[in-house]
């Protein structure tokens, strides 16, 4: 009680210095209902960090007053967005949700002509758009934009900001929410900040980890891992200009950002809220697991990262509460699930369910995507997985070497059978992947390519062989149905759902060739969407399969909000898992009893088989199914609680009560 009393005497004396002039009288009200209600949170996260600066006071009342200006500078439309989404909160768990993830330039050229492309992101059933970043970057390497220069421009040949702003509105419109990148642990060398902090200006010097001489670094750097090994060793850069040696953990034109720095922390939320009042819907917190240093650790998922985020996540809530953060951490699991809270990041992304059915696929067993996910799949109520099988980046194997030895599997070993099988290099395996950063001194290595190429359709279709081509079309069928019903929003990487081959192009270019990511990173062309219309096409065959699973993960609400329970079988070529629909998802759920079979079905048993043989499964597990009769939505076949259950290869079955 009385730090309550104290935190409201405290923000009431502040709050006569902030400049409020800007704000109408009912902003003016909201912004204080929203202070009276997060501000306690906010002081305690910021002084956490912040509190030992002499200035400390000086920093919280230019946080405040930039809260107030960006909250005067959203728009209405926006603000009664907040007020809806404040209502639902959890918009995002509904089963409607279907993710896309795209470059821009990939995949339409330009903003004005992604506008044009928006019905065929309506035809395919996407909700949520999350568009590769897209802001002023250095010409040449800009790491796939992940460099900016300026958070408020938009890259000159994309588009412009207005034309980003008129976007969002007509997405939203559509039904579709944007995500912006928010990259916030490093800026472009040609930043403002950074062209100041290499001109010798001391305050934006201290925007940065900036050295006199190596000294230091060489204490930081035994402890860090290498993060693209291939094109610079260590992590920190020499910059000839100021005669200082930076800190970039990414590439040498990516510095990382001084987050000690209580300016720093405000100079960005203010960033952040402009994209917010762009119009975005979500951000995705790109290497979040870096933006904290700490002397004698690997400077990874440091406890004030953690603190740092939620004290970004009160600004948003302040100032932009429909905004929602991802968490793009691809960090060793039991610290990826640490993000994931509604005071934190609401969405993450699901590295380990990625890189284990990439597991499965390669070992065709499903003993440690099941232990795993047992161990970590479930997190909060509140939140969601963002569940992927590709993305624009390389698949790295990031299970927990603990889960592996218990089930006796050798995790360094498996690591280089798994890097071994995607680049080619295994006898018999369907994969035409591409290592990705390896590094000389522990052999470690990534893997690069598309989806398509990496489940074998590549090879198939150079040699012509229509069974192969089946089964990696099967391949492609099985990893999206995992996503689409294991609970969260399944995110399809553009180009995926037309079964993109890999793009070798990139070696020919310079800016490009050292940085085998740009393998699977492919233009989606209008010949490419009339192929995936055209009957008896690859393209075709693989459009028309998801676009039936997705349309049954739209029908039911057993897809969306709910429980999942993993089960582990006697048959280890078998994925198992139940869902069971949570009682606010839909009214109709709430009214259904075990004998009642029009309804909607509130469980779900998936089972995905992950062999080019027959399996059978235990009719046992379908008890579990209360209901007499029980269906399956993919084959539309009626079964029994009586029958083992048969797949066929790569067969994918969504049994539900009937
Ligand atoms: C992210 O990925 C982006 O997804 C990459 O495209 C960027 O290059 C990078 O940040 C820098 O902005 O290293 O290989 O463990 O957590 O943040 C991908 C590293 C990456 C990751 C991740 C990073």
């Not at 040449?140 to 980003?164: E, F």
């Not at 402009?274 to 917190?285: D, H, K, P, Q, T």
């Not at 052999?443 to 012509?464: H, K, T």
């Not at 070798?504 to 490419?528: G, S």
Request: proline residues 4%; aromatic residues 10%.
């Amino acid at each position: 009680m009385s730090t309550k009393y104290d935190s409201q005497r405290g923000l009431d004396r502040l709050l006569k210095e902030i400049d409020m002039s800007m704000l109408t009288p009912s902003d003016k009200r909201v912004f204080l209902a929203r202070l009276s209600e997060h501000f306690e949170a906010l002081f305690s996260h910021f002084t956490h960090v912040y509190g030992y600066h002499y200035d400390c006071y000086y920093h919280l009342r230019a946080l405040l007053n930039t809260l107030a200006k960006n909250l005067s500078e959203r728009t209405e439309s926006l603000k009664a967005l907040d007020a809806s989404r404040l209502s639902n909160p959890h918009w995002y768990a509904h089963h409607s949700m279907l993710g896309m993830a795209c470059y821009v330039d990939l995949f339409a050229g330009d903003l004005q002509r992604l506008k044009a492309r928006i019905p065929y992101l309506q035809s395919l059933g996407v909700t949520y758009l999350h568009l590769m970043p897209l802001y002023r970057s250095p010409e040449g390497d800009s790491d796939g934009g992940y460099a900016v220069s300026d958070y408020r421009q938009v890259d000159p040949k994309l588009g412009t900001v207005s034309d980003l702003q008129s976007l969002a509105t007509e997405l939203r419109n559509a039904g579709i929410s944007l995500i912006l990148d928010f990259v916030f642990n490093h800026t472009s060398d040609e930043h403002a900040w950074a062209m100041a902090a290499k001109g010798g200006d001391k305050n934006f010097q201290h925007y940065y980890y900036m050295f006199d001489d190596k000294s230091i670094p060489n204490q930081y750097e035994p402890h860090l891992r290498e993060i693209f090994p291939q094109v610079r060793r260590g992590n920190f850069t020499f910059d000839s200009t100021s005669r200082k040696w930076i800190w970039t953990t990414f590439n040498n034109f990516q510095w990382d950002l001084n987050y000690t720095n209580p300016e720093v922390f405000t100079a960005i939320t203010d960033e952040m809220l402009f994209l917010a009042n762009l119009g975005c819907e979500g951000l995705r917190l790109d290497a979040l697991a870096f933006i904290w240093k700490e002397m004698g650790t690997d400077c990874e998922n440091q406890p004030k990262a953690h603190t740092i985020i939620q004290a970004f996540n009160l600004c948003l809530k302040i100032a932009a509460p429909a905004v929602v953060f991802k968490s793009e951490a691809i960090v060793h699991p039991d610290e990826v699930v640490k993000y994931i809270d509604k005071e934190e990041c609401q969405l993450s992304y699901n590295p380990l369910l990625m890189a284990l059915i990439w597991n499965s696929l390669a070992t065709r067993k499903t003993r440690l995507l099941t232990a795993s996910m047992q161990k970590s799949f479930s997190i909060s109520p509140d939140c969601v997985w963002v569940n992927y099988v590709r993305c624009h980046d390389d698949i790295g194997w990031t299970f927990d070497d603990n889960v592996a030895w218990q089930l006796g599997i050798n995790p360094h070993d498996h690591r280089q059978f798994l890097n071994a099988y995607y680049t080619g290099q295994f006898e018999g395996s369907f994969a035409n992947g591409v290592a990705f950063g390896e590094n000389p001194n522990t052999g470690d290595c990534r893997v690069c390519g598309s989806l398509a190429s990496l489940v074998g359709l590549e090879d198939a279709l150079a040699d012509n062989s229509i069974e192969r081509i089946k089964t990696a079309i099967d391949r492609i069928m099985l990893t999206h149905a995992i996503i689409l019903s294991i609970g969260g929003i399944p995110l399809i990487y553009s180009g995926d759902e037309v079964g993109l081959l890999n793009d070798y192009e990139y070696r020919t270019q310079p800016d490009k060739q050292h940085d085998d990511r740009w393998v699977h990173r492919i233009p989606l062309t209008d010949q490419d969407i009339a192929a995936s219309q055209k009957q008896g096409t690859v393209q075709q065959q693989i459009s028309a399969r998801l676009q039936h699973l997705i349309q049954l993960r739209k029908t039911y609400p057993v897809f969306g909000a709910g429980n999942t329970t993993i089960i582990g079988t006697e048959n280890q070529h078998v994925f198992v898992f139940l869902r069971q629909s949570s009682a606010s998802d839909s009214v109709s759920v709430k009214s259904q009893n075990d004998n009642n079979t029009d309804e909607t079905p509130t469980q779900l048993l998936a089972l995905f088989n992950f062999t080019e043989h027959t399996q059978q499964v235990d009719a046992k597990y379908l008890a579990q199914l209360k209901a007499p009769h029980l269906f399956d939505l993919v084959s539309e076949e009626p079964l029994s609680h009586e029958t083992t259950i048969t797949l066929a290869p790569y067969q994918i079955r969504w049994i539900v009560p009937k």
